[in-house]
């Protein structure tokens, strides 16, 4: 593979510019090379770990957490534990926001069905939905 300049690393692995430098800047992306116009140039490796970042960040994997997982593809002394536990505390996260996402549909449905049924095209003001939305939270006790 030729080197690439970073518009054409941008294309080939759907991410821009900007997030290119910043993932230079922070250290997850190796600093680029450099031709003698001072413009950066990069490989197959960098195409290669862009894309791995990427996918984490698709995945939902923090900064933190794609540091994490680079510095075990660059250690070739590590083991794929560290990946797996990783992964695992990340499942982990997700499925407690699915619980959680879960609730805030149940109240969602609850809020336009109330509405359906008492006010729905009646005064803004009146709206059950709104006036919901005003009161406290119920404490427990």
Do not use: W
Request: aromatic content about 4%; some cysteine; hydrophobic content about 40%.
């Amino acid at each position: 593979m030729k080197s690439l300049k970073i518009g054409a690393l941008a294309k080939l692995t759907g991410t821009n510019a900007p997030t290119i430098r910043y993932y230079e800047e922070i250290g997850l992306l190796p600093s680029a090379g450099r031709q003698p116009g001072n413009q950066r140039i990069y490989g197959e490796g960098d195409v290669r770990s862009l894309t791995f970042i990427r996918r984490c960040r698709a995945f939902g994997f923090s900064i933190d957490q794609v540091r994490e997982l680079m510095a075990l593809v660059r250690n070739p002394a590590s083991s794929c534990v560290g990946a797996r536990d990783l992964a695992q505390t990340h499942l982990d996260a997700v499925r407690a926001k699915l619980v959680e996402l879960k609730a805030l549909e149940r109240s969602m449905a609850a809020f336009v069905a109330d509405c359906d049924a008492s006010c729905c095209g009646g005064p803004g003001p009146d709206c059950v939905i709104l006036d919901d939305l005003a009161k406290p939270p119920a404490r427990s006790s």
